[in-house]
T-cell receptor, first 110, second 112 residues
Framework: AQRVTQPEKLLSVFKGAPVELKCNYS??????LFWYVQYSRQRLQLLLR??SRESIKGFTADLNKGETSFHLKKPFAQEEDSAMYYC????????????FGKGTTLSVSS | ETGVTQSPTHLIKTRGQQVTLRCSSQ?????VSWYQQALGQGPQFIFQ???????GRGNFPPRFSGLQFPNYSSELNVNALELDDSALYLC???????????FGQGTRLTVV
């Protein structure tokens, strides 16, 4: 079964500390993975996707097929990074539908 | 260019009733997906429409149905509402074959 697991419900760090939000997936074939973010009072929006291999707002994520992981990392957290983060993959049996993890709340304090 | 808009923003219904939620897709996007997000959970895929045809369906019963119109706007209909249907319903539009989805602000449905 296709599945996304985010083991941490809440991650609290201090400003300037490194951040790693964990994501593991179960998928047969070549997955297409994303990180979506929801800031307070805003709608869900794309943060980054693995195929573009880009860095957005200082965040990066590398697909590790051996470990079936797609962890989100940032070397120095900022208070404005506080948000809910969802890892997602495309369900290839339903068009471009997304399978989401349960999400991790990142709280960055000074 | 306008974003994805959903209406209404909040709704309260009684168990057994029927509800219709509406979504206008982002300009130029012909693919619309609906998701249910229960409290503390990630969004769960309900179904997707592409050019007015259902293009995929998640694990939801037939009382969840939808439509897509020629202008690519969409409706989600839920019959025989149950208490567990209380959730945030999200609509997302995208271009075909593109994984990036643009989400609306959601409709908060409460079933009492």
């Amino acid at each position: 079964a296709q599945r996304v697991t985010q083991p941490e419900k809440l991650l609290s760090v201090f400003k300037g500390a490194p951040v790693e939000l964990k994501c593991n997936y179960s998928y047969s074939g070549s997955p297409e993975l994303f990180w979506y973010v929801q800031y307070s009072r805003q709608r869900l929006q794309l943060l980054l996707r693995h195929i573009s291999r880009e860095s957005i707002k200082g965040f990066t994520a590398d697909l590790n097929k051996g470990e079936t992981s797609f962890h989100l990392k940032k070397p120095f957290a900022q208070e404005e990074d506080s948000a809910m983060y969802y890892c997602a993959l495309i369900n290839n049996q339903a068009g471009t539908a997304l399978i989401f993890g349960k999400g991790t709340t990142l709280s960055v304090s000074s | 260019e306008t974003g994805v808009t959903q209406s209404p923003t909040h709704l309260i219904k009684t168990r057994g009733q029927q509800v219709t939620l509406r979504c206008s897709s982002q300009s130029g996007h012909n693919t619309v997906s609906w998701y249910q997000q229960a409290l503390g959970q990630g969004p769960q895929f309900i179904f997707q429409y592409y050019r007015e045809e259902e293009n995929g369906r998640g694990n939801f019963p037939p009382r969840f149905s939808g439509l897509q119109f020629p202008n690519y706007s969409s409706e989600l209909n839920v019959n025989a509402l149950e208490l567990d249907d209380s959730a945030l319903y999200l609509c997302a539009s995208s271009l075909p074959g593109q994984g990036e989805a643009f989400f609306g602000q959601g409709t908060r449905l409460t079933v009492v």
